[in-house]
């Protein structure tokens, strides 16, 4: 029978700010601890991108077949693709600091979220 892995002894760490209190958090605050918890969080992103490139390399196996002048075509619309993506995904990127300054300064947070979401629905319409 497999047992349990040990979970790490918890330390409680006094918090400033308004909250106040006391945060749990690991003892275990070394190199290794630090490395397993970085790979962990990238696993799922190097999934995605390796699924991401066996899917454009799918692609371009399957219109391979067709020849040279689709296999540019697709090419070349992939692309423009990317840059109107790339483009609107900046849009989306920008809302996350605003909102982090809006509550440093505890200020109201609707108008960062109401300029996300203005840009975020107009990009698609405007593409």
Same mark, same amino acid.
């Given at each position: 029978?497999? &047992?349990? !892995?040990?979970? !790490?002894?918890? @330390? &409680?760490v006094p918090v400033s700010g308004s909250a106040g209190g006391t945060? +749990?958090?690991? $003892?275990?605050?070394?190199? !290794?601890?630090?490395? *397993?918890?970085?790979? $962990?969080?990238?696993?799922?992103? @190097?999934?995605? #991108?390796?699924?991401q490139m066996a899917i454009n390399t799918t692609d371009v196996i399957l219109v391979g077949w067709l020849g040279t002048t689709e296999l540019a075509s697709v090419v070349l619309a992939t692309q423009l693709y990317f840059v109107v993506f790339i483009f609107g995904t900046g849009f989306a990127s920008a809302v996350v600091p605003m909102v982090a #300054?809006?509550?440093? *300064? +505890?200020?109201?947070?609707? %108008? $960062?979220?109401?300029?996300?979401?203005?840009?975020? &629905? %107009?990009? !698609?319409?405007? &593409?």
């Open positions: 029978m497999a &047992s349990e !892995p040990a979970m !790490p002894e918890l @330390v &409680s945060l +749990k958090a690991a $003892a275990d605050n070394g190199w !290794p601890a630090h490395m *397993r918890a970085t790979f $962990a969080l990238g696993l799922p992103l @190097v999934g995605a #991108q390796l699924a #300054q809006a509550i440093g *300064r +505890k200020d109201a947070v609707a %108008c $960062a979220v109401r300029c996300g979401w203005g840009c975020g &629905s %107009c990009w !698609p319409m405007v &593409s």
